[in-house]
């Protein structure tokens, strides 16, 4: 009697309507399930990275470094450079080396105080571009020393054939 009631011509369209909802759900949640994360646990290799990153809590963070710069003041100027500068030398990157002399720098200016002119120069962030520079420099000397030794051997040149007319 059900099925006969729900099959009947009259509520047809009503089924197919339902039908279709039903596997547009089912297809929805298959769908979406793929992207839904799971939950199971994590195994054991970030719990071991942070056991074995615990005794490097000592290390210098860029926040901490930005914090020194801009915790600079004029009694604390020299002390502060002296404990930045390994950062910078060592580890900073091209950028973070560039803005923090960039601060460093500004913060100078504004205590009235001189920034070492050779503070910082040797750091690794900066080590490509000053070879890149020292080849270009050697290249242009090698170079105007050739256009100097060409010019002296034309000269010489026409010197000779000057007598010879």
Do not use: C
């Not at 004029?74 to 030398?89: G, H, M, R, W």
């Not at 900073?92 to 920034?115: D, E, H, N, Q, V």
């Amino acid at each position: 009697f059900i099925l006969h009631y729900y099959f009947d011509h009259k509520h047809y369209p009503i089924m197919r309507v339902f039908a279709v909802f039903l596997l547009a759900v089912l297809a929805t949640i298959g769908y979406t399930e793929g992207f839904s994360p799971s939950f199971q646990r994590v195994t054991s290799s970030s719990q071991l990275y942070l056991s074995t990153a615990a005794p490097e809590a000592t290390k210098v963070s860029h926040s901490d470094i930005r914090k020194q710069i801009s915790g600079l003041s004029a009694d604390n100027f020299d002390s502060t450079l002296k404990e930045i500068e390994p950062f910078l030398v060592n580890e900073a990157g091209a950028t973070f080396y560039a803005k923090s002399m960039r601060r460093i720098a500004t913060k100078a200016k504004a205590l009235s105080k001189s920034l070492p002119a050779d503070y910082a120069k040797e750091a690794k962030a900066t080590q490509k571009r000053r070879e890149k520079q020292k080849a270009f420099i050697e290249a242009k000397i090698a170079e105007a020393a050739s256009a100097a030794e060409s010019e002296e051997a034309d000269e010489a040149a026409e010197a000779e054939e000057a007598p010879a007319e």
